[in-house]
């Protein structure tokens, strides 16, 4: 049986609403750690203190970071995964959200299929992937690099 257009419009509709709401979840996650880090004294991203960000503690704080972060996806992972379920493409939520995962890291396993009017969510789901862990490196990437600087200018 092949779906019709309406299907695919139907596909689209609901992976373009995910990937604007996994976004919006990330951007307010990614703004709620920044804030979490300046409560914790970094006093902004442009005025760290070397006294206080010693080199374990700097490592200690960009694991506490990165794990949040993980978090955040594993949130965003679940909230595709549950539309998965809700719109009957699968019917276990443990099949629905391991589907999630390999399509938000794009490891795209074929060993999970999915009906074929539903793939293009995959795939969708997969440039959301890409789009989040990109915005979570860049996160990561600015928090060490103002670590970085504020030891080499402070040794």
Known sequence: MQAGWGMWDANWGWSGALFVITIAVHAVGVVAIARGLAWYHVKG???????????????????IVAMCLSALHAVESVIWAFAYVQLGAFSS?????????DSMTTRGSG???????????????????MLLFGISTAFLFALMHDLWRSHLLND
Do not use: K
Not at 50 to 55: E, G, Q, V
Not at 93 to 99: D, M, V
């Open 45 to 63: 991203w442009h005025a760290l203190d070397a006294r206080r960000f010693t080199p374990t503690r700097s490592i200690a704080l960009i694991v």
């Open 111 to 129: 060993a999970l299929p999915i009906a074929p009017h539903w793939a293009m969510m995959g795939a969708t789901e997969a440039g959301n992937g």
């Open 93 to 101: 939520p443990a099949l629905a959200l391991l589907y999630s995962v």
